[in-house]
Nanobody, 130 residues
Framework: VQLVESGGGWVQPGGSLRLACEAS??????VGWFRQAPGKEREGVSCINDGDESTYYVESVKGRFTISRDSAKNTVYLQMNSLKPEDTAVYYC??????????????????????????WGKGTLVTVSS
């Protein structure tokens, strides 16, 4: 599975951006967004499960970011509102097969590092500054 992120760029504090993660197919995949700021470790930001589309958000983005998926377009979006300078980072999309039906992890366990994601995009840079 090849993942391609788009939508990054520069925005002033308080602004919005929408990131997109496109793949040839995301059927039966849980998808997550991660970010890595300069000098910091990679952080799981949000994820969406396959099927029931249940979601997870890290505390720092709750109420500001919204993850969604368009199955017809094989695309997962991350709508980012009220952006802050501390949101500046390279944002990566990642995917892992949904195996909850055989006792596998939900995407929150994958995006918080308890289980690994299998496929990664190359990232898109988001810069929030005035």
């Amino acid at each position: 599975v090849q993942l391609v992120e788009s939508g990054g760029g520069w925005v002033q504090p308080g602004g919005s951006l929408r990131l997109a993660c496109e793949a040839s197919s995301l059927v039966a995949f849980n998808v997550g967004w991660f970010r890595q700021a300069p000098g910091k470790e990679r952080e799981g930001v949000s994820c969406i499960n396959d099927g029931d589309e249940s979601t997870y958000y890290v505390e720092s983005v709750k109420g500001r970011f919204t993850i969604s998926r368009d199955s017809a377009k094989n695309t997962v979006y991350l709508q980012m509102n009220s952006l802050k300078p501390e949101d500046t980072a390279v944002y990566y999309c990642a995917a892992a097969r949904d195996s909850r039906w055989v006792g596998g992890p939900s995407c929150d366990a994958q995006v918080t590092g308890r289980y690994a994601m299998s496929y990664w995009g190359k990232g898109t840079l988001v810069t929030v500054s005035s």
